[in-house]
């Protein structure tokens, strides 16, 4: 099944972490529509698929992404980093990695997302144009598998047994204030 824009997460507000779990299926979908493009199309024409699948992934990534980054920094990350649980103290180094990965990624996604902005209007780009969005698609990939492995296998688990249950609670509160949506009390 395609995920869309807008389409109900497995998961709700009252389960943060699975949540952010559902954001990082999301993340790969939308990356991999923009590699998908970038492959079939190679800087040539894009046919009006493309540019519709295009479209809706730079909106992903410029609207929804960047809140998924702040649920992570400024949520769930200092609230880790204030508990003395041993095991989260041990997943607390790799806090930092994920916060540069994120600055990383963004830099990649802004480069990317003026690529493709100039391949739409423009209905081509240079080769070397489409050899940098390509490259730059190559990498954020990895850099994603990467990020996304340690966050699901090692931080999520880590948060779900040393947070309290308010403390989920609250980061759900703020991830869906972050949205501008009702969440449960």
């Known amino acids: ?20 779990r559902d954001c990082h299926r999301r993340i790969e979908h939308f990356l991999q529509v923009l590699i998908a493009v970038a492959d079939d199309a190679e800087g ?8 519709g699948a295009a479209e809706g992934a730079l909106r992903y990534f410029s609207t929804a992404a960047p809140k ?15 508990t003395q649980d041993p095991d989260v103290r041990e997943a607390l180094t790799l806090i930092e990695r994920l916060e540069r990965d994120h600055e990383e990624a963004e830099e990649h996604h802004t480069a990317i ?53 308010t403390q989920l609670h609250d980061i759900g509160q703020e991830m869906a204030r972050r949205r501008r949506v009702a969440s449960p009390a």
């Open 1 to 20: 099944m395609a995920i869309q824009i807008g389409q109900p997460p497995d998961h709700g507000f009252d389960e943060p972490l699975g949540l952010l």
């Open 113 to 165: 997302d003026g690529l493709v902005r100039r391949w739409l209007a423009n209905r081509a780009l240079a080769p070397v144009e489409a050899a940098e969005l390509r490259h730059r698609l190559a990498r954020l990939q990895r850099l994603y598998q990467q990020h996304i492995a340690l966050e699901n296998d090692t931080l999520f688990p880590a948060a779900a047994r040393a947070l309290e249950p």
């Open 68 to 82: 998924h980054t702040a649920d992570e920094e400024e949520s769930l990350f200092p609230r880790l980093r204030n």
């Open 44 to 51: 040539g024409a894009i046919s009006p698929d493309h540019r």
